[in-house]
């Protein structure tokens, strides 16, 4: 049997997964054998002349053959980096994607101007709990959180997340339909919800259509859980409350006139560092 290195068969699989229009082949093909052989990505290049057991071969090709049927490589692999923190993922959660990092970015730097040192945000949609984790995990004051999603299964990946990060006891886990489980004001509501138009769900890419379309479908223009959320949060707000939401591309203008029509004010769109707008910012104040 012919006895493959490392470089052989990362060259092998890339031209494969070009094959097979992977947006990026080298990378997959990298993260994928990194895996198999329990070694950081980098370490790959130190051992290229390196030969493959069969047995890692195997496992390999196994996993190769799952990836260019679009099964997305953070689920093969069970992990997905977000703000420099290793999240576990499963296909029960939404994948956290470098575009969300955006809004981390922008809640820390609110939390960072609050004047109160104890604060409490509620993340709606938590999924993996990449969001509601990376804030606790990152900011400089005393958070405590809440992560609501509807799916049982995605809060159990969300609670394994918080025991690796060690910040379980400060997130209180709820099921149920968006802000409905909350029984407590909170400083600051964070969300990436649905918000892909459902007539476009039919045309997205294989590997986005194996994650959960509960997490993917925001009705007809995208906007449904948008407008739940806003309203449910004027009663879930402290005074002077802030809310921040992610929003897909086209759709900030509308975010932001649904808040208008709640009276939220200060209302703020934020474009990521593509020049997306990719952030809707707004605070509330009770009459």
């Known amino acids: 049997m012919e006895s493959l290195t490392v470089k052989e068969i990362l060259d092998r699989t890339t031209d494969f997964f070009k094959e097979h229009d992977l947006d990026t082949p080298r990378l997959d093909a990298e993260i994928l054998l990194a895996e198999v052989l329990e070694l950081e990505r980098i370490r790959l290049y130190v051992n290229f002349d390196q030969p493959l057991e069969k047995h890692e071969v195997d496992h390999y090709r196994e996993l190769v053959m799952s990836r260019s049927k679009g099964i997305p490589v953070a689920y093969l692999v069970g992990k997905q980096e977000f703000m420099s923190l290793g999240f576990k993922v499963t296909p029960d959660v939404l994948i956290p994607r470098p575009e969300t990092e955006h809004l981390v970015e922008t809640a820390l730097e609110l939390i960072a101007e609050l004047e109160q040192d104890e604060i409490k945000v509620a993340d709606v949609g938590t999924g993996s709990g990449a969001i509601i984790i990376s804030l606790i995990n990152l900011a400089d004051k005393d958070l405590t959180g809440v992560g609501i999603d509807i799916s049982e299964q995605a809060l159990k990946v969300a609670q394994k997340n918080a025991i690796k990060h060690q910040v379980k006891g400060r997130i209180e886990f709820k099921t149920g339909n968006l802000l409905e489980p909350l029984d407590d004001l909170v400083d600051l509501i964070v969300s990436n919800p649905p918000y892909i ?21 925001g009705g007809v223009e995208g906007l449904d859980y948008y407008y739940q959320i806003i309203k449910q949060a004027i009663t879930n707000l402290r005074a002077n409350g802030l809310i921040l939401l992610e929003v897909g591309i086209d759709q900030a203008r509308n975010v932001a006139e649904i808040l208008a029509e709640f009276n939220f004010k200060e209302i703020e769109i934020i474009e990521d560092y593509s020049g997306i707008e990719r952030v809707v910012k707004a605070s509330y104040v009770k009459e």
């Open 197 to 217: 138009p459902t007539e476009q769900l039919a045309s997205l890419q294989q590997e986005v259509k194996a994650e959960p379309m509960l997490a993917l479908d």
